[in-house]
């Protein structure tokens, strides 16, 4: 697995590493829902859409991942696959356009909060890239 939990004293947290930005972002969002312990029904499947922008690609992060919270929340819907495009030009801000597929929650062992910024740092490794983050529970 791309990630792992991290002790923490009160909250979730989580490392996750990639090759690139795009699988980065995909993996985040498979560790949240390995953290919350998702499990989807089989059928309806489900497809929504999500656009952003942001100054950077850290707000991009939680602002995708929050997103996510927000759809298991208020909708009851969970996403198990990603087609993630993000726009990195030089020109700010910075865009990222998801498609989610997913389906209804049948159940959860406990629910995100909220993703927070608390240490929050995209950076490059050798092998590509890495985050820490930390959820709110």
Request: glycine residues 2%.
């Amino acid at each position: 697995m791309p990630f792992e939990e991290l002790p923490h004293t009160a909250d979730w947290s989580l490392r996750v590493w990639a090759a690139n930005l795009n699988q980065l972002f995909c993996e985040s969002a498979r560790g949240m829902n390995a953290l919350t312990g998702v499990r989807l029904a089989e059928n309806p499947r489900v497809r929504r859409t999500f656009t952003a922008s942001a100054p950077d690609v850290e707000n991009l992060l939680v602002s995708f991942l929050s997103e996510l919270v927000y759809f298991a929340d208020v909708d009851r819907l969970a996403f198990d696959h990603f087609d993630i495009h993000l726009d990195m030009e030089a020109s700010q801000p910075f865009l990222l356009s998801v498609t989610l597929h997913g389906a209804p929650i049948l159940s959860l062992d406990k629910a995100i909060k909220a993703v927070t910024f608390h240490n929050l740092q995209i950076q490059q490794t050798p092998l590509g890239v890495e985050v820490e983050m930390v959820f709110d529970v």
